[in-house]
């Protein structure tokens, strides 16, 4: 009672109105192309009068240096596709550019508890923008579909949050958390088969890998995932269904302390793991399928490489990883209504 019955005090404002259109245009049988534009009109407004450095005890209250201030502007984003189908082949092709333009959020403008590099307040840190080349094919067949898919990002001031960044200050040292603009790159790809082994026997599998570089610190892009691959076994004839699963994921060795994002921070490199699933299902009726299963078969101890610190608590942050779930076992029953 004593919480929901405090006084609330508005720390911001934020406005976003948008436009999107994109054209598909044939350039004959073959080719098509694909264009779209977007545009983004943001205002913001920093209404906190007062910001409280420090945690718990030790926190003291400063002023605001952009108090009142407000930041209006309008984002472009665009891309431009070329598809080409094949002749006489199941298989499309594709190569485009794009750019995005994306506005600061609350989290990162104004959550408690960050600050710019030079400043008590982050409310100036600049909207970032990405540069995208992607290019690849998609196979679709009757017995087997498939795509491989590669990209490159080049990221202009990309929003990075840093936790434990040391502030000299009049009194000593104070360890913070800020946002900051840095220049980055990634690159990557992704590849996947399904294949129709028979009619009632289906494998597919994936293999996907991201590289990421923080040009500014000449460090490894936090909050990067590290090389992963997924191999599924499904049978299905219709009133039985089983189906198995083997994800394989390696060690991350390229990580950057303290570094990453709003949703979570590079803690030290992780190792690999290996992890399968089993499950089988019954269909009563046409409409009625009982399934269950088994995640995790073999009870691995394992925890993912980037992190999900969730909600920004002063006093509370993150410095270890949370393990995954055990064995788990499942049940689950569908029933569709027609």
Avoid: C
Wanted: hydrophobic share 35%; glycine share 10%; aromatic share 10%.
């Amino acid at each position: 009672d004593n919480y929901t019955s405090a006084s609330r005090v508005e720390d911001a404002n934020f406005n976003n109105y948008g436009l999107f259109g994109e054209l598909n245009h044939y350039l004959n049988q073959q080719d098509k192309l694909i264009i779209g534009l977007r545009a983004d009109n943001w205002k913001a407004q920093d209404k906190r009068q007062m910001l409280s450095i420090g945690s718990g005890m030790a926190a003291t209250k400063v002023a605001n240096p952009s108090a009142n201030k407000e930041r209006h502007t309008t984002l472009m984003s665009g891309f431009v596709r070329l598809e080409r189908d094949l002749i006489n082949t199941p298989v499309t092709t594709y190569i485009g550019i794009g750019r995005t333009s994306r506005f600061p959020d609350y989290w990162e403008l104004i959550s408690a508890g960050k600050e710019a590099a030079n400043n008590l307040s982050a409310f100036g840190v600049s909207s970032e923008k990405t540069n995208q080349l992607d290019l690849g094919l998609v196979y679709n067949h009757e017995q087997a579909t498939g795509s491989v898919s590669l990209f490159y990002n080049k990221i202009d001031d990309y929003l990075m949050v840093q936790t434990n960044y040391p502030k000299v200050t009049a009194n000593g040292t104070r360890m913070t958390t800020i946002v900051r603009n840095i220049e980055a790159s990634t690159w990557g790809g992704e590849a996947g088969i399904a294949y129709n082994i028979n009619p009632i026997w289906k494998i597919d599998s994936t293999l996907a890998y991201v590289h990421g570089n923080n040009k500014t610190d000449g460090t490894p892009l936090a909050q990067i995932p590290p090389l992963e691959g997924r191999i599924g076994l499904t049978y299905d004839d219709k009133t039985w269904t089983v189906g198995t699963f083997l994800r394989l994921v390696t060690q991350q060795n390229r990580f950057d302390l303290n570094k990453g994002n709003i949703v979570g921070q590079d803690l030290g490199k992780n190792n690999g793991f290996t992890i399968a699933a089993i499950n089988a299902g019954y269909r009563l009726k046409k409409d009625m399928l009982l399934t269950g299963g088994i995640d995790n078969l073999f009870d691995k101890n394992y925890a993912e490489f980037v992190s999900r610190g969730g909600a920004s608590v002063t006093g509370y942050d993150q410095s270890m990883r949370i393990n995954e779930p055990g064995r788990s076992f499942w049940l689950k029953f569908n029933l569709s209504l027609n």
